[in-house]
């Protein structure tokens, strides 16, 4: 299948029907567990969850564990934290047959105040750990733009690595928020190098993740993109509310041109 459309499902809040309704929709999901619910569950609900999911067949895909976390910490602790969640997280994809997972570099000026070339310098042992670690177990890893005025920090990172390994997650409303450039400029310059997109949108003041078309994303650019476009990818609709994806199913589900049946 060339593109394969996912919405992201934090574990915490998973409902019996939430599976269900991912089968009806023909959709994957994007599996996130928050570090405080990792430490907490026990290893028979851990294995539960995962036969739950494998039973009914799903690809999943999975998103890291972000908040507080950075790959290129200055703390030597924060970055080897940083590394055990992402390593636990690089197993329960391999458990839950996820091939792909998304994760936040960590660096960002709003954040940190940090110049990108000291973050990387500290950061780029720890993301060869974690690249090493995922193609080992042939799950790829997509670097996520989030507070990124330009693609230009992301590509630095992918140039490093393989395509086979490494990839971008291009955000559409994270870009609505930071970006100084155009979406074409992302769009050509990431080029085959993003394998997801995140899909969601926002008011250009705040990270809503409301539904498409009820924000101020124009997604032109995107369309055109994912017209032309001939290598797989992942899409995955990244919202708050049920109500919201439900609703940018059939937009999204246009823009790629399939009904969820091979392509
Ligand atoms: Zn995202």
């Known amino acids: 299948m060339k593109f394969k459309l996912h919405t992201n499902i934090p574990i915490r809040h998973l409902r019996p029907e939430d599976l269900e309704l991912?089968?009806?929709?023909?959709?994957?999901?994007?599996?996130?567990?928050?570090?405080?619910?990792?430490?907490?569950?026990?290893?028979?609900?851990?294995?539960?969850?995962?036969?739950?999911?494998?039973?009914?067949?799903?690809?999943?895909?999975?998103?890291?564990?972000?908040?507080?976390?950075?790959?290129?910490?200055?703390?030597?602790?924060?970055?080897?934290?940083?590394?055990?969640?992402?390593?636990?997280?690089?197993?329960?994809?391999?458990?839950?047959?996820?091939?792909?997972?998304?994760?936040?570099?960590?660096?960002?000026?709003?954040?940190?105040?940090?110049?990108?070339?000291e973050w990387y310098e500290l950061a780029i042992p720890v993301i060869k750990t974690i690249v090493k670690a995922a193609s080992d177990n042939g799950i790829k890893i997509a670097f996520e733009n989030i507070y990124d005025n330009n693609p230009n920090d992301l590509k630095k990172i992918v140039s490093e690595f393989s395509p086979e390994h490494v990839g971008v997650c291009f955000d559409t409303g994270h870009f609505n928020l930071f970006s100084d450039v155009p979406m074409k400029t992302w769009l050509e310059t990431l080029s085959d190098r993003i394998i997801e997109l995140h899909v969601h949108d926002n008011d250009g003041q705040d990270d809503h993740h409301i539904a498409i078309g009820d924000g101020c994303v124009k997604y032109t650019p995107l369309i055109n993109w994912l017209h032309k476009r001939e290598q797989p990818l992942v899409v995955t609709i990244e919202m708050v509310l049920k109500t919201h994806v439900i609703k940018s199913v059939p937009i999204v589900r246009e823009w790629i041109g399939t009904e969820g049946k091979e392509k």
């Open 22 to 117: 991912l089968l009806n929709l023909k959709m994957q999901p994007e599996i996130y567990f928050a570090a405080d619910l990792v430490d907490s569950l026990s290893a028979d609900s851990y294995k539960e969850l995962v036969s739950r999911f494998n039973e009914k067949g799903f690809e999943p895909s999975f998103h890291g564990p972000f908040f507080d976390l950075s790959l290129g910490a200055y703390d030597p602790k924060v970055r080897a934290l940083a590394l055990e969640r992402m390593l636990w997280t690089i197993n329960a994809a391999k458990d839950f047959k996820a091939s792909q997972i998304v994760l936040h570099p960590g660096y960002g000026p709003w954040v940190l105040s940090r110049k990108f070339d």
